[in-house]
């Protein structure tokens, strides 16, 4: 079974500044998934950012991108010039590339975006 | 619709009822989740459907627990004789298919709390 960690419970950035959230994770599986995503007060879970396991390089966009390292099963977000409406909890999870097409979530960070 | 609704969006009922929580997924997708998230935990899987059968149900935790998605759209998430324990923001995803590589799409979630 698939784990994914996230020790980090709150996070705290100025606005303008970049921040850093982390994530490792536990699979014997090769071919996987990965994604973070925002959850505001509304409840609804918004893709943040997604990278496939065989691709090296790390996915970026616009001012999200991830720190994707693979053979310490780590995978980190960092969002650069954190803008208020950035503050939410943000989850890491896991997809494995089979069919057995489930999320597995950490459980979260809290980013608050401070004037 | 554009999105995925869910209905209700809270739901109060007393312990031992029986309830009902729908999901309206984005029309033409064929895959179907179902997640729980309880207060400070990340969402965890309780079942997808594929169309109009369930996948993996793996994630019922018990048999008070059972959904159905007879037109291969709509699905509703039945709970019997609520627990306390059920108390939680029930959320509904969907996508185009069940591999890694298409993005779920969330609803808004139902709040339902058992007293």
């Known amino acids: 079974a698939q784990t994914v960690t996230q020790s980090q419970p709150e996070m705290s950035v100025q606005e303008a500044e970049t921040v850093t959230l982390s994530c490792t994770y536990d699979?014997?599986?090769?071919?996987?998934?990965l994604f973070w995503y925002k959850q505001p007060p509304s409840r609804q879970m918004i893709l943040v950012i997604r990278?496939?396991?065989?691709?090296?390089q790390n996915a970026t966009e616009n001012r999200f991108s991830v720190n994707f390292q693979k053979a310490a099963k780590s995978f980190s977000l960092k969002i650069s010039d954190s803008q208020l409406g950035d503050a939410a909890m943000y989850f890491c999870a896991f997809q494995g590339g089979g069919t057995a097409s489930k999320l597995t979530f950490g459980t979260g960070t809290r980013l608050q975006v401070t004037l | 619709g554009a999105g995925v609704s869910q209905t209700p969006s809270n739901k109060v009922t007393e312990k031992g009822k029986y309830v009902e929580l729908r999901c309206d997924p984005i029309?033409?997708?064929?895959?179907l989740y179902w997640y729980r998230q309880s207060l400070g935990q990340g969402p965890e899987f309780l079942i997808y459907?594929?169309?109009?059968?369930?996948?993996?149900d793996s994630g019922l935790p018990n048999d008070r627990f059972f959904a159905v998605r007879p037109e291969g759209s709509v699905s509703t998430l039945k709970i019997q004789r609520t627990e306390r324990g059920d108390s939680a923001v029930y959320l509904c995803?969907?996508?185009?298919?069940?591999?890694?590589?298409?993005?779920?799409?969330f609803g808004q979630g139902t709040r339902l709390t058992v007293v």
């Open positions: 995803a969907s996508s185009l298919s069940v591999r890694g590589n298409t993005e779920a799409f």
């Open positions: 699979t014997s599986e090769s071919d996987y998934y």
């Open positions: 459907f594929q169309g109009t059968g369930a996948a993996d």
């Open positions: 029309s033409g997708h064929t895959a």
């Open positions: 990278q496939e396991a065989y691709k090296q």
